[in-house]
């Protein structure tokens, strides 16, 4: 996987953090039975920035010493992340609506 690929699918896995965090916020806040609206915010400063590039630098790092098993082990964790994610995502929309 050629590294402009894997930092693409870094951003991407970790934008979808930020929005599954959103989302446990927003879970947590209607257990709590809080008005809509009434949490707090979601900071996506280092799931968007500093993250990515903190793999990505250990995916080249790997990469120097192992041919290219650095980008196949970052990239396969992270696809697998990003499901785990979407799934709860998916989750808590229907826990949201359903209650």
């Known amino acids: 996987m050629p590294w402009w690929l894997l930092l693409l699918l870094l951003i991407a896995v970790w934008f ?15 257990r709590r039975g ?15 920035i500093f993250m990515p590039l903190l ?3 250990i995916a080249l790092a790997i990469d120097h010493v192992a041919n290219h098993w ?6 396969l964790l992270h696809a697998v992340f990003g499901v ?12 949201l609506k359903r209650t």
């Not at 979808?16 to 209607?30: D, N, R, T």
């Not at 650095?70 to 990239?75: F, S, V």
């Open 84 to 95: 785990l994610l979407a799934t709860y995502i998916g989750w808590a929309v229907c826990f």
């Open 34 to 48: 809080a008005p809509r609206g009434s949490g707090g915010g979601v900071s996506i400063m280092p799931g968007l």
């Open 70 to 75: 650095g980008t196949r082990i970052i990239g």
């Open 16 to 30: 979808v953090e930020s929005l599954a965090e959103a989302a446990a916020k927003a879970v947590a806040a209607k």
């Open 55 to 57: 793999f990505l630098g």
